[in-house]
C-alpha cells in the first residue's frame, strides 16, 4: 500500500496523489490517501474551475481513485472534535 497525505500542514517531498495513482495501479498496490486535514478542499478542485493550481486541483481530483481515504470532518467540516471517517472504494475491505 502506498499512503499519500493531501492537504498536510507540515513541508517536505511528496509523489503527489495523481501520480502515484498510476504506478499503483501498474504494480498492482492498493492507494490510500491521508486526506485528514486537506480532504474537504477537494470540493474546490472540480474540473474547470480555476480556485487552486492546476497541478494542486489534478491531485485533489485524484482522491475518487483512491482506494481508501481519512478525512477529519471535525478540521473543516464544521463537526465535533474527534469525528473522523475512513472511506473505502470497497466496503469489504473493512470487514477484516
Known amino acids: 500500500m502506498i499512503g499519500g497525505p493531501r492537504g498536510a500542514q507540515r513541508l517536505s517531498e511528496r ?11 501498474k504494480y498492482d ?10 480532504g474537504f478542499f477537494r470540493l474546490l478542485a472540480e474540473e474547470g474551475d480555476d ?3 492546476p497541478d494542486v486541483a489534478a491531485a485533489f481530483r485524484a482522491i475518487d481513485e483512491a482506494d481508501s481515504v481519512v478525512i477529519d470532518p471535525h478540521k ?3 463537526q465535533p472534535y474527534g469525528c473522523g471517517a475512513v472511506l473505502f472504494r470497497d466496503p ?4 477484516f
Open 15 to 25: 509523489l503527489a496523489v495523481d501520480k502515484a495513482i498510476p504506478l499503483c495501479r
Open 29 to 38: 498496490v492498493r492507494v490510500h490517501v491521508d486526506a485528514a486535514y486537506g
Open 51 to 53: 480556485l487552486l493550481a
Open 76 to 78: 473543516h467540516g464544521l
Open 92 to 95: 469489504n475491505v473493512a470487514n
